[in-house]
């Protein structure tokens, strides 16, 4: 094994015995969402795994140490601190080399899980290609890194900040199936209107893990999109929905926010909107995504 890696001795268990393993990520905690309750929901979602007969494995780098399975007094120092850095795959050995604590962004926990064998990983929702991303070039390195290794993401579709058509093209071009989970449209993070569609519904985790190991198994390469709607209950409105984000990416512009600061800032900006829910949505999202993947991996795990 790596030696920059510490696997938490319960996952490492799961990974010898080749029980379900769900990794999860950090970025959600330090920077997508408010204390305490980033906190709260990192502590819920491991529990839901759990409950739902997986390994959990929240993965994160801790004072330079890469972790693949964090405490829960870790995990509350990355959601406490304001130092945390944001991590994607540029960052990780400066992170390291500096004994930084670092919250890994989809693509970066996506990097670390497959070097450890992790098959299964949830999310809020991926980054993906941004609205004017003709002018800015600015596109989530979430989607290289779900094209090159084999695992699945289970995502309420790509953050509704984005250029959600865009976002879908681009992994078709990079050989990456969305595969809608009992839905064939791509569901908008917040809300499950787009108008757009996924690949292919399934309505099974088992049907899933079943492509999942046919796709590894013939040889071919990359990951695969799990979209999984929002329950209904937590969904946004979308012109509510709609109407923020623009005023959100206007607040952006005028404060010049590009870059990695983008997403979370506008995060940010629409979990303070009085005029939508999308904080207790996002939570209610994620809890949603970390049970599919449960199912995921306790179905892969058969084959
Ligand atoms: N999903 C959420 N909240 C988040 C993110 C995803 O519900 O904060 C994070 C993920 O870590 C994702 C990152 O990888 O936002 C995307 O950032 P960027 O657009 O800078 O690549
Ligand atoms: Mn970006």
């Known amino acids: 094994m790596n030696q920059f890696i510490d696997i938490h001795p319960k996952v490492l268990d799961a990974l010898r015995s080749g029980k379900p393993v769900v990794a999860l990520e950090s970025t959600v905690i330090a920077h997508g969402m408010p204390y305490p309750k980033n906190v709260e929901t990192a502590l819920n979602v491991e529990k839901i795994v759990e409950q739902s007969g997986a390994t959990p494995a929240t993965i994160a780098i801790i004072d330079g140490r890469i972790k693949v399975g964090l405490n829960p007094n870790e995990l509350t120092t990355l959601g406490k601190q304001s130092n945390v850095l944001k991590v994607s795959k540029r960052d990780i050995p400066y992170c390291v080399i500096k004994k930084y604590s670092g919250a890994t962004t989809v693509s970066a926990t996506i990097l670390i899980a497959d070097m450890v064998g992790i098959k299964v990983f949830a999310t809020g929702g991926i ?64 809300s499950n209107v787009s108008g757009l569609n996924t690949t292919y519904q399934l309505d099974e985790a088992s049907q899933i893990a079943q492509l999942m190991y046919t796709k590894w198994s013939m040889g071919l390469s990359g990951g695969i999109l799990v ?57 209610g999202l994620i809890y949603n995504n970390a049970k599919i993947a449960a199912l995921i991996a306790v179905e892969f795990s058969k084959l």
């Open 127 to 190: 980054g993906g290609v941004h609205k004017h991303a003709a002018a800015t070039f600015d596109i989530s390195r979430d989607l290289e890194e779900i094209s090159e290794k084999q695992i699945a993401v289970v995502s309420a579709g790509a953050k509704a900040i984005l250029d959600l058509n865009l976002t879908l093209e681009y992994l078709e071009t990079k050989g990456v199936e969305v595969i809608g989970y009992q839905t064939s449209e791509f569901p908008a993070f917040f």
């Open 227 to 283: 979209a999984n709607p929002i329950p209904q209950h937590y969904a946004i409105d979308k012109a509510s929905l709609d109407k923020a984000i623009s005023s959100a990416i206007l607040s952006a512009k005028e404060n010049n926010i590009t870059g990695k600061e983008l997403t979370p800032y506008l995060l940010k900006v629409l979990h303070s909107n009085k005029d939508i829910t999308s904080l207790e949505s996002n939570i």
